[in-house]
Structures are given as C-alpha cells and as structure tokens.
C-alpha cells in the first residue's frame, strides 16, 4: 500500500534533514524550495546546492520554485524595520506557505507541511496557523508540525554534521542578515 503524498517547503538543508527523518516513515515526502526571500542571490544558491546535496545523500526528490524577490519584497513592504520574528517574518512565513498549498493543490499531494518548526526562533504555533489558513483557502491539506520537539534542532546540527552540509547563520532575508551582523559588531565592541 503506497504512502500519501507530502509537499514539505524546505528553507533550508539542516532543517530538511529532520523534517524527512521524522516524516518520511508515514509519508512520501517531496521537497519544495520556494524561498524568494534569501538574500544575497549568492546565498540563495548556497543553500540550493546544500539541499541538492542532501537530496543526493537521503533521497529526498524536491523541485525549486522560482526565485521572485520583487514578490517578497511586496509581501513585507512597510515592514521593513520590524523586529527580528515580528510582523515582517509573518508575512514572509505567510507568503512561502501559500506557494507550497497552492503547489501541493497543483500537483495532487494529499498534504503539505513545512519545516520552519526545526528552528528555535520560529514559532510552530504560528506556522501552523498560516498552514492551516492556507489549506483552508487552497482546499488541500496541512500537516502540523512542531519539529524543535524531541531536540530536534540538536539532530539537525547532528545531521549536518554528518552529511556535511552548510548551515547558514542567518534566516535568510537582506533585514535578519543585517541584524545578524549588528549583533555580532555589538558583541565584539565595533561600530
């Protein structure tokens, strides 16, 4: 008897390996990399060809959605200087979420689920409302997912470590870049 179908957003490589080792059991999971957001398009590519990578090592099929940055920035215009997990990430969690619904409506997957939740600065609570919201409007399916549990974020360094993959060290968009290296010039004394 053949698994249902899984469309599981993937931001990044390291988040990806516990979201497919924890999934993969119950589901046929398939990736999707939609991540207008990333910035530089350097990084964008990194973590392409990181999660290329450990698709390779793992099995893990996906396909990479396009890479709309003018899109992105319209979802969080006005929001520019919000807070590091404020109002501005919303949107963009928002944004990536209903391209991975209405990919999952498109291709005939019985659910979609995203692997935000791995992360300890994401809130599973709030990702899986805008899952649920966006299954709602698109008639599919979302699987809650709260992927931190278990030290899950610990097996993603884990696991990255062993496939030796990249880990980014920020979120990904041009605003957590910047705030990612305030904070460090902050911590070293510079200017």
Known sequence: MSKPRLLLH???????TVAFERLNSEFDAEGFFYNPNIHPEEEYLRRLNALEALSRVIDLPFT??????????????GLEGEREGGRRCEECIRLRIRRTAEAAKDG???????????????????VD????EAAR???????ATDLKKKNGFKRSVELSRTYGIYRQDYCGCVYSRRSIRFDREKESGGS
């Open 129 to 132: 409302r805008i899952g649920g």
């Open 108 to 126: 005939g997957f019985d659910a979609f689920a995203a692997v935000f939740s791995v992360s300890p600065h994401k809130s599973p609570s709030l």
């Open 137 to 143: 409007d698109f008639g599919t399916t979302y699987l």
């Open 10 to 16: 993937v931001c990044c490589a390291p988040d990806a």
């Open 64 to 77: 990479e959605g396009p890479y709309e940055t003018g899109i992105w920035h319209a979802a969080v215009r």
